[in-house]
């Protein structure tokens, strides 16, 4: 059975950086993708970014390319979204997520993926 749990979210400011992480239980495919999506209040889930799980490409939604920087620890199953620069547009519950297989042209579509966390909370004060 796979599980996800993220942590880290929390209250922040504007300009200041948080890392949010993804434990990762029960994964025992070697290709697909680890990815992280947010919603925010009255939004549809967006795409935030994602990493493949064999090899180190890497991929972002253009609001946060620059800022956010995801990476994953195999040895930890684990997977972090780096996040600098937090805007209060940013401000969002955050998910992870993992897809068995990948394709860059379904990369951002959350129906693509197979598994979620219950998503943490960001808040980002101006």
């Known amino acids: 059975q796979v599980q996800l749990v993220e942590s880290g979210g929390g209250l922040v400011q504007a300009g200041d950086s948080r890392r949010l992480s993804c434990a990762a239980s029960?994964?025992?495919?070697?290709?697909?993708?680890m990815g992280w999506f947010r919603q925010a209040p009255g939004k549809e889930r967006e795409f935030v970014a994602v990493?493949?799980?064999?090899?180190?490409?890497?991929y972002y939604a253009e609001s946060v390319e620059g800022r956010f920087t995801i990476s994953r620890d195999n040895a930890k199953n684990t997977v972090y979204l780096q996040m600098n620069s937090l805007k209060p547009e940013d401000t969002a519950v955050y998910y992870c997520?993992?897809?068995?297989?990948?394709?860059?042209?379904?990369?951002?579509?959350?129906?693509?993926?197979?598994?979620w966390g219950q998503g943490t909370q960001v808040t980002v004060s101006s």
């Open positions: 029960g994964l025992t495919f070697g290709t697909g993708a």
């Open positions: 990493i493949r799980r064999s090899i180190d490409h890497t």
């Open positions: 997520a993992a897809r068995v297989t990948f394709a860059v042209a379904t990369m951002t579509e959350s129906a693509r993926y197979n598994y």
